[in-house]
């Protein structure tokens, strides 16, 4: 069973393949043989798992599809993927620095971007984040008082 970190739960009954990887970066294919939606969570049958001690062994680990596999994102919403790599700058034109990973927590994403040795945490919510430009791998924050400190 998959937790998903999507809003798009049927995405995985529309692919033949994902990607497990650990937490040393290794990835491995593994085609879909099944699927199905069950208590908001995803059920996966692969073709490369044939027993409950092969399935056990990949718990915590995260599944991924392919880029080409992923719908483009709605008006006004964001891959978390896609934010990585982009420029963070203040309304009023200070560079804050780049993101360099998105953490997940249960109230709301946070950007962590860094510039030289500093390193900031940035939560991923409107109050914040004014504005996205992902031509341009830019990200403009109106940061509150003492976040940047």
């Known amino acids: 069973m998959i937790a998903p970190l999507t809003d798009d739960l049927k995405r995985f009954t529309q692919v033949e393949k994902v990607f497990i990887s650990d937490s040393k970066d290794k990835e491995v294919v593994y085609r879909i ?83 030289d040795k500093k390193e900031y945490y940035i939560p991923f919510i409107k109050e914040i984040v004014k504005e996205i430009d992902l031509e341009e791998k830019l990200i403009y924050i109106e940061p509150l008082n003492g976040l940047l400190d």
């Open 33 to 115: 043989r099944g699927s199905r939606i069950f208590q908001g969570k995803i059920l996966l049958q692969l073709e490369e798992v044939e027993d409950r001690n092969k399935a056990d062994s990949l718990k915590g680990k995260y599944l991924e599809i392919e880029k080409k596999d992923v719908p483009p994102a709605p008006p006004d919403r964001y891959y978390l993927f896609d934010l990585v790599g982009c420029k963070v700058e203040s309304l009023k034109g200070k560079m804050i620095g780049e993101v360099k990973e998105v953490l997940f927590s249960p109230v709301n994403p946070v950007l962590v971007v860094r510039k």
